[in-house]
């Protein structure tokens, strides 16, 4: 276990003899989810870093009438906790779940406290905070700042750049997609047929032309 997580860039410049204590002090430790398993609950206390390893994970709100809007999704090597562990507020504000099978690397709040004295350690723990950190100043742009159909457009003009090409292939369904707006799904249909109208798009079920 000390060599993988030696490949780890965030613990690649801790010293071995340090990781193996902390691995047998249980507070370095891996666990693997299922797809939909929740990994916390609203006001959960946030008790360790979690570093994804794979999979992928959702923070999401649930609304009064029962509609859930994802409000950040973490993929491999993100981390998730690392605003709230060693804050005088520890609580998670969302629910997070696992929306694929996945495996999550646990650091608890003694070990990170000893690893910031890790110069290497604190740039990349600085630079991962930084990384959420815009994730979710996007977020707040999109609910705050522009209107549905612009959302719409700034989203397919990243997966194509993801996927260098006009045409891109959305890869979630449109239920997970309307969720990512905080929407709705009668509300995106009608905003991605308005756009379709109004030419920017040609649709096909999941595959999309950016005109």
Do not use: W
């Not at 999979?55 to 999704?73: H, K, V």
């Not at 090597?77 to 646990?106: E, K, Q, V």
């Not at 090409?165 to 991605?192: E, H, N, W």
């Amino acid at each position: 276990m000390l060599e993988m997580l030696k490949e780890i860039p965030l613990l690649s410049d801790i010293d071995i003899k340090l990781l193996k204590k902390h691995v047998n002090g249980n507070n370095i430790y891996i666990k693997n989810y299922r797809k939909d398993q929740i990994i916390h609950y609203l006001n959960d206390e946030c008790s360790s870093l979690e570093f994804v390893i794979s999979g992928s994970f959702i923070a999401y709100s649930l609304t009064e009438n029962g509609s859930d809007t994802t409000m950040f999704e973490f993929n491999k090597s993100n981390i998730i906790g690392a605003n709230l562990l060693l804050g005088d507020s520890r609580n998670y504000p969302l629910n997070i779940y696992c929306l694929m099978d996945g495996t999550l690397l646990h650091i608890t709040s003694e070990a990170v406290l000893e690893f910031l004295h890790c110069y290497g350690f604190t740039l990349k723990f600085i630079k991962l905070l930084s990384q959420n950190s815009q994730g979710m100043n996007k977020k707040i742009v999109m609910f705050t700042q522009k209107n549905l159909k612009e959302n719409i457009l700034d989203y397919l003009q990243q997966l194509s750049i993801q996927q260098n090409s006009k045409t891109v292939v959305i890869p979630i369904s449109k239920k997970k997609l309307a969720d990512y707006f905080g929407v709705q799904r009668p509300s995106l249909f009608r905003a991605m047929k308005s756009l379709k109208e109004e030419g920017y798009l040609i649709i096909n079920n999941r595959e999309i032309i950016i005109l």
